[in-house]
């Protein structure tokens, strides 16, 4: 079985590789440019819409791997009818634009769609022992599901972030649900890693393709509907995906609180992110994405003992927890929040997201990429 998952990788990467590079010749093509602005990560007008070869490898495969019998039916019902909504809707906002509430709607729509095949949220388990939450967690997860879509997208600004986070978080939690015996989820999260290898060959810095909303919000709203699934299918507890995914979720949380608090509009477009300020001290977008994808790995190891020592499990949240801090603190420290940044003119795109593709929207200064 590990032989063929590992095909598994290997095909899914080297088919997003192939769709990446024609997606990017379709987009040029129809001049499906950002083009840079005062908050842009990057000086010449690039193609966007990568995402979308991501897309058809990793929704193709779970369909596949269903027709197969490895993936349960109704797990893929849920992977790929609110997937398709999630990208169908990211690709139009990528080719022409969306009203926030066109987008906030087909979301919500999607986080439905995808608890009703899973049969909902109403127990989680925390540190060995079951929670009972009822309806009560079924609604939570719906919000949870819509703020992943997000916050994905959030932290899609600069060159090999979004595609790096996938890989890292998708690997490790596939190892992780092999050793609880969940294969069909286990190959989901190699689809994901894989379709994301092939997406970074032409996005990693500099970038010749961006994501662009189809990618991003299809990878949150996967990431979001794996931990659910993970958590219904009692293999590796949704509290510990929080942790794989840390570094996105603490960023793109704590951001949005510390604007809220500052009296910021939430639904303005900004580039305050850590990873946005990381880059305004002058780090290449390179060295930004290897640093997060060291904390990952970190947050991977955490994860791991938590799995296997469940007693461990509040050590490795706290944990987690601190080491963010410290990273998010040390960033405050050399660039403020709300320190040079020009303040935004429009209004956001998405339910609280900052226009169609944070790639282009974070502020760069002069240096190497």
């Known amino acids: 079985m590990s032989v063929v998952l590992l095909a598994v990788l290997i095909v899914a990467a080297a088919s997003s590789w192939l769709l990446t590079a024609a997606v990017r010749r379709y987009a040029l093509a129809r001049?499906?440019?950002?083009?840079p602005s005062h908050r842009s990560a990057h000086r010449?007008?690039?193609?966007?819409?990568g995402g979308l070869a991501?897309?058809?490898?990793?929704?193709?495969?779970?369909v596949a791997g269903a027709v197969m019998g490895v993936v349960a039916r109704s797990t893929a019902v849920a992977f790929v009818g609110g997937g398709i909504v999630v990208a169908a809707v990211g690709w139009v906002d990528d080719a022409r634009g969306l009203s926030a509430g066109v987008r906030a709607a087909a979301h919500t729509l999607a986080a439905l769609w995808a608890l009703y095949w899973l049969g909902?949220?109403?127990?989680?388990?925390?540190?060995?022992?079951?929670?009972?939450?009822?309806?009560l967690g079924t609604?939570?997860?719906a919000v949870g599901i819509v703020w992943c879509v997000n916050l994905y997208n959030f932290m899609d600004g600069i060159d090999g972030l979004a595609g790096g986070e996938a890989v890292v978080v998708s690997i490790a939690g596939a190892a992780l649900l092999l050793a609880r015996g969940a294969t069909g989820l286990a190959l989901v999260a190699l689809l994901i890693g894989g379709a994301s290898i092939g997406f970074l060959a032409l996005n990693w810095a500099p970038a010749k393709l961006f994501m662009g909303d189809v990618g991003s919000g299809l990878l949150g709203y996967l990431f979001a509907v794996l931990a659910l699934a993970s958590e219904r299918a009692h293999a590796v507890p949704l509290v510990l995906w929080v942790v794989l995914l840390g570094v996105f979720v603490f960023d793109a949380t704590v951001t949005l609180l510390r604007r809220m608090a500052a009296g910021q509009r939430w639904l303005d477009a900004h580039a305050e992110?850590?990873?946005?300020?990381?880059?305004?001290?002058?780090?290449?977008?390179?060295?930004v994405v290897g640093a997060v994808l060291a904390l990952n790995a970190l947050l991977a190891?955490?994860?791991t003992a938590a799995l296997l020592r469940p007693a461990l499990t509040p050590i490795a949240v706290l944990g987690a927890a601190a080491v963010l801090t410290a990273a998010y603190r040390r960033v405050g420290r050399e660039l403020p929040m709300f320190g040079g940044v020009a303040p935004s003119s429009g209004p956001a795109t998405g339910c609280g997201r900052p226009a169609r593709s944070s790639e282009r929207r974070s502020p760069r200064q002069p240096g190497p990429s």
């Open 31 to 35: 001049a499906m440019l950002d083009v």
């Open 44 to 49: 010449v007008p690039t193609p966007r819409g």
């Open 54 to 62: 991501i897309a058809i490898v990793v929704l193709g495969g779970i």
């Open 120 to 135: 909902g949220l109403p127990t989680v388990v925390v540190a060995g022992a079951t929670l009972h939450v009822g309806a």
């Open 139 to 141: 609604v939570l997860a």
């Open 273 to 287: 992110h850590a990873y946005q300020r990381a880059v305004r001290t002058g780090r290449s977008h390179a060295r």
């Open 301 to 303: 190891l955490a994860a």
